[in-house]
């Protein structure tokens, strides 16, 4: 498959464990965020998003939380399975609409 | 199915030699943008565009040209490729106004000799 995962942050989890991965934004106009999972050989594929006026919002398996003061997001993953493999970006939208991307982060998932 | 497709999967070219990359949806998006995604760089984009017939350059437009003639297709334009451009490509699109999330093609690989 496709490699995208060199030199990028690496976060081993065993199966079942619960995973976070952060991410750092950098404009504080920003006001709407999104996580993508990449899987080897895809495209990125939406996970959650969040507006600037919540700070958690949660899905299946999937929490994200947003600190506005610090410019901090982070993506939770409960009970994490083999199939979560993959990297994961944030992207932050500001008013200009164009959005930009983390550069990510790996998941391995060990059984 | 609502996707992004892009064709072709796979190209491997020669320098100079003059290259599309196509990209179609069927959402009805007015938002489309190409990014290329190298090791350690993340997605970069290249150009983007609002609407018909409105393109704009991203963070790494030099080498590459689209057009936004339908609503549907965004085709991406190498017109001298170099080695420089091997990479992996994506395709992207979204509803507008309202920021809402890319919807991604699976990817063109170039290879460019």
């Known amino acids: 498959g496709e490699s995208v995962g060199l030199h990028l942050p690496t976060l081993s989890v065993q199966e079942g464990d619960n995973s976070i991965i952060n991410c750092a934004y950098s404009?504080?106009?920003?006001?709407?965020f999104i996580w993508y999972k990449q899987e080897s050989g895809k495209g990125p594929q939406f996970i959650i998003d969040?507006?600037?006026?919540?700070d958690k919002r949660q899905g299946q398996r999937v929490t994200v939380l947003l600190n506005k003061t610090v410019k901090h997001l982070s993506l939770q993953i409960a009970a994490t399975q083999p199939g979560d493999s993959a990297v994961y970006f944030c992207?932050?939208?500001?008013?200009?609409?164009?959005?930009?991307f983390g550069r990510g982060t790996s998941l391995i998932v060990h059984p | 199915e609502a996707q992004v497709t892009q064709n072709p999967r796979y190209l491997i070219t020669v320098t100079g030699k003059k290259l599309t990359v196509t990209c179609s949806q069927n959402?009805?998006?007015?938002?489309m943008s190409w990014y290329r995604q190298d090791p350690g760089l993340g997605l970069r984009q290249i150009y983007y565009?609002?609407?018909?017939?409105?393109?704009d350059k991203g963070d790494v437009p030099e080498g590459y040209k689209v057009s936004r003639k339908e609503k549907r297709n965004f085709p991406l334009i190498l017109e001298s490729p170099s080695p420089n451009q091997t990479s992996l490509y994506f395709c992207?699109?979204?509803?507008?106004?309202?920021?809402?999330?890319?919807?991604f093609g699976n990817g063109t690989r170039l290879t460019v000799t």
């Open positions: 992207a699109s979204s509803l507008k106004p309202e920021p809402s999330p890319l919807h």
């Open positions: 404009n504080s106009a920003s006001d709407y």
């Open positions: 969040i507006r600037s006026n919540m």
């Open positions: 992207a932050e939208n500001p008013p200009s609409y164009i959005p930009t």
């Open positions: 959402m009805n998006h007015e938002y």
């Open positions: 565009s609002m609407n018909v017939e409105v393109t």
